[in-house]
């Protein structure tokens, strides 16, 4: 969009080298780009709730305090267990180039705290946060 904003229609080309040996080249290319080794799950806002039933040891990273659990979930897990969800938490900047400036460290900060899982709550689809969000995924991502 910046780029379209300065320059009019852009154009992009395919190299004639754009073969997926050479596609793998760039690691910005690849699914599973800058990936933690703690396996993380992308959630959209809102859908955290219930996320304690996950366990101890996950770690929450999104926009202001993590969502409270729901305690009536019928898994027996008691309202203390619960309330001590996540084991640890980040609380990442609202605005979208300050956000992707503390992605990676957030990441790789949470990967060493030991956690079983790391749930990160997904920016906004809007397309100031495009970026952020393709990063996410593809951290995310099983390839």
Known sequence: EELRALLGEVVCRESDNDTPEATARSPGRIGRHYAPATPILVVEEGEAKALHRLGPRVGWIGFGAPPRPS??????????????????????PEAP???????????????????????????????????????????????
């Open 71 to 92: 305690t009536s979930s019928g898994t027996g897990r008691s309202g203390a267990d619960a309330a001590a969800w996540p084991a640890a938490h980040i609380c990442m």
């Open 97 to 143: 180039h300050l956000y992707e400036a503390r992605l990676y460290a957030a990441l790789h900060e949470m990967d060493e705290a030991g956690l079983a899982i790391l749930v990160v709550e997904l920016p906004p689809d809007l397309p100031e946060w495009r970026a952020a969000r393709d990063r996410l995924v593809r951290a995310a991502s099983n390839d």
